[in-house]
């Protein structure tokens, strides 16, 4: 008699608590976005803040480089954003950038990036329209006008950054006159959706560049009231500036260029006789003494190299104009990665991939629906 088939075993069921607790936010934003269809209940749970808050978590302190993406622009006039992989930059010999879709009713004139932070970017384009932009899920929110009003000889500085205290997202607009010292500064509220007038910088200027976000606070390199140079802050939580002191570093050298590495505030001179160009990092931040040159590497007769990250093997990746180099901090080795599709690109930026609203509006639907 023949006997019945065996019953085929069931797939084991995962416990909801891991699905949602250490499944799923370790899952990248792209597949977390098909995931939304798969029922009502995925749905609200991905939409939820706590939810987006600990997939932040998990991918800041991913080790691999794998929710880490690099965004940069090419130059006018046919402006395109193009975005590539820093795991890929990191380790392999050829990255290849896609273009991506940047949020602009109309054909610019000029575009910047000012900064990222928790997966937003900001954006600036034609020197006033102001972005929230989330490359990841490609949703972005257009600020209101901040009511500076502009005249002749000033320029713009802006500065993009999270309030950690206030759970809020600020954007740092500072009017600053070319023929007089009078500066206004302005502080747009993602969570109120307004801008406010804050207090003039008490006897510090900050020079025409767009503020590095480093522990709860925004930098820009600048002056110290006794026209020395130094490094002007901006703490988001207090709405107030203060200094920091720069690194020594020789006659001959350029101006600061500020930057992040590592979660370190950086700093960059270039010495034009020596076509080289010294790399500093303030290991201990607000300690003047943890300023530290960990490289000196040569410019290429390229203005503004910009370091943009350092890898697990302590190697440097550096931006070369629309090229990419990596130095060994180890051996003073160099490395030459190729990268197809990057051409005329500048002001590349780094930014974590998330799902973190670009806009009030839609954080309040999340909390709310």
Not at 85 to 95: C, F, R, Y
Not at 150 to 160: A, E, L
Not at 341 to 351: E, H, W
Request: aromatic share 10%; charged share 25%.
């Amino acid at each position: 008699m023949e006997q019945p088939p065996a019953p085929r075993e069931l797939p084991p069921h995962l416990p909801d608590e891991l699905v949602i607790l250490e499944i799923l936010p370790r899952v990248p934003v792209k597949s977390l976005l098909r995931f939304r269809c798969v029922s009502k209940s995925w749905l609200s749970l991905i939409s939820t803040p706590h939810f987006i808050r600990v997939h932040l978590e998990k991918s800041s302190q991913n080790k691999d480089y794998s929710r880490l993406s690099l965004i940069a622009h090419t130059s006018a006039p046919r402006f395109a954003f193009k975005n590539c992989s820093v795991q890929s930059l990191l380790q392999e010999p050829v990255t290849h950038a896609a273009n991506i879709d940047y949020p602009v009713e109309k054909a610019p004139s000029s575009i910047s990036i000012v900064g990222s932070c928790n997966g937003l970017v900001c954006i600036v384009v034609d020197c006033e329209q102001i972005y929230i932009w989330n490359p990841s899920t490609r949703k972005s929110n257009k600020l209101k006008d901040s009511g500076f009003i502009r005249k002749q000889h000033c320029y713009t500085i802006y500065g993009f950054g999270y309030d950690e205290i206030n759970d809020d997202y600020n954007v740092v607009a500072i009017l600053r006159a070319l023929n007089h010292v009078k500066i206004e500064t302005k502080v747009y509220s993602l969570k109120s959706d307004k801008w406010r007038r804050i207090e003039d910088i008490p006897g510090c200027f900050p020079f025409y560049s767009w503020g590095k976000y480093v522990d709860r606070k925004l930098h820009w390199p600048g002056y110290s009231g006794k026209q020395d140079r130094a490094v002007v802050s901006f703490d988001l939580a207090q709405a107030k500036y203060g200094e920091l002191k720069l690194p020594t570093n020789g006659e001959g050298a350029s101006f600061p260029v500020l930057g992040v590495l590592g979660r370190c505030l950086s700093v960059t001179y270039e010495h034009q006789r020596s076509n080289t160009v010294d790399l500093w990092v303030m290991k201990e931040y607000g300690v003047m003494e943890s300023w530290t040159k960990i490289l000196t590497f040569p410019s290429f007769g390229i203005r503004g190299p910009v370091p943009l990250c350092i890898s697990r093997n302590d190697e440097v990746s550096i931006q070369f104009g629309s090229t990419f180099r990596l130095y060994s901090l180890q051996d003073d080795s160099m490395g030459n990665p190729k990268t197809i599709n990057m051409d005329g690109c500048r002001d590349a930026t780094i930014y974590v991939e998330s799902l973190v609203s670009a806009s009030a509006a839609e954080k309040d639907e999340r909390r709310y629906g």
